[in-house]
């Protein structure tokens, strides 16, 4: 993608996707630092996420100086410290301050401003956990994770029918299968903490375990007639295929078949009178772990419909559908919309 030109939210997902397979990926989140700075953002509000994207690939790529610099630009270009969108920028500026050595102090601080969002952001289990992970901070996470929890579930058990009682298991509402509530998401960042930790199961792994069967079951049975609308970009297409042939019959025999049939649901819904719609970024590592936690294959269509209701709950891996004619096409080709997917529903 050139660098000089301006950034419009398409190429943001993008780059959220793909920066970390490029060959120079620290090159990618420099370039997204400049064009936030330089005014190179189609959508001057984007400059936040712009930078916090930049944070985190420098994070992953163990710089935490760069890291840190990013986030602590990304914060001052959101509206203020409480905008909900900065939240994963004062984790990652966390996980820097760890990397930098002698500043777990202000780490800690962040992170136990940001503990409040446990509550209410089912974005935050993932993004806080992970920091504390990164600080060597685990069991402070599952404490954490845990007293949330019991907060959460206690209200909505209270609300349900009233006081709390620790003899049964509290009333949860799952959510839709493709935006699950905070509660699941508390859960599953709890279960997969304690499984890091080596700690014995208890009631609250068992309920994780039970809403993760019930979003498969609910999302295989929203999708018994339509497409799970998993988008595989071209590199984790080639893998998939070749490491489950037997999946050509689902997501097609090629790229270009993958890409046709996509666009065709899509097509096909909208014309159902859906609105909003998208598709989800998926990777083979992803799916993998999946199958791995729910002890199935990947191939399975039962453990397929749950790792899309994972990755479609995820704000990050939606891709609009559709782009402007003239856009860059949802696909990530580098062609213009109506040069490549477009036609694709009508072959």
């Known amino acids: 993608m050139p660098t000089r030109e301006t950034l419009t939210k398409a190429d943001l997902a993008e780059l959220r996707r793909s920066a970390l397979g490029m060959a120079d990926p620290l090159g990618v989140a420099a370039d997204l630092a400049e064009a936030a700075e330089q005014g190179r953002l189609e959508d001057p509000d984007d400059a936040g996420d712009a930078l916090t994207l930049a944070a985190e690939i420098a994070e992953i790529r163990a710089r935490p100086e760069a890291a840190l610099r990013y986030a602590e630009q990304a914060l001052a270009a959101y509206p203020s410290g409480d905008d909900p969108r900065a939240g994963f920028a004062r984790a990652l500026r966390a996980r820097a301050l760890f990397r930098a050595g002698g500043r777990d102090d202000e780490a800690m601080a962040e992170l136990t401003a940001l503990r409040q969002l446990l509550l209410v952001q089912p974005d935050a289990p993932a993004y806080v956990s992970a920091a504390l992970d990164a600080g060597g901070r685990s069991a402070t996470a599952e404490t954490w994770l845990s007293e949330a929890v019991d907060t959460v579930l206690g209200d909505r058990a209270t609300a349900a029918s009233g006081p709390a009682s620790t ?74 295929l070749a490491e489950h042939p037997a999946l050509s019959e689902v997501y097609g025999p090629d790229w270009d078949a993958h890409r046709g049939r996509l666009e065709t649901e899509l097509v096909r819904l909208r014309g159902a009178g859906q609105a909003g719609l998208g598709v989800f970024g998926a990777t083979v590592p992803g799916l993998t772990a999946f199958a791995g936690r729910r002890g199935g294959d990947p191939a399975d269509a039962s453990v397929r419909a749950g790792y899309a209701a994972e990755v479609s709950a995820r704000p990050s891996a939606r891709i609009a559908w559709p782009p402007e004619r003239n856009d860059a ?4 080709s580098g062609l213009k919309y109506k040069k490549d997917c477009l036609p694709r529903s009508r072959s």
Do not use: K, M, Y
């Not at 493709?178 to 080596?198: S, W």
């Not at 339509?226 to 595989?232: C, G």
């Not at 096409?329 to 990530?332: K, L, P, R």
């Open 329 to 332: 096409c949802w696909c990530g």
């Open 167 to 240: 003899a049964i298991d509290p009333v949860v509402d799952l959510g839709p299968p493709d935006a699950p509530g905070v509660a699941f998401f508390l859960l599953q960042q709890r279960h997969r903490v304690r499984r890091n930790l080596n700690l014995p199961h208890d009631r609250q792994d068992d309920l994780a375990d039970r809403l993760e069967t019930q979003l498969v079951r609910r999302a295989g049975e929203r999708r018994d007639s339509e497409s799970d609308l998993l988008f595989w970009p071209r590199a984790e297409f080639d893998r998939l």
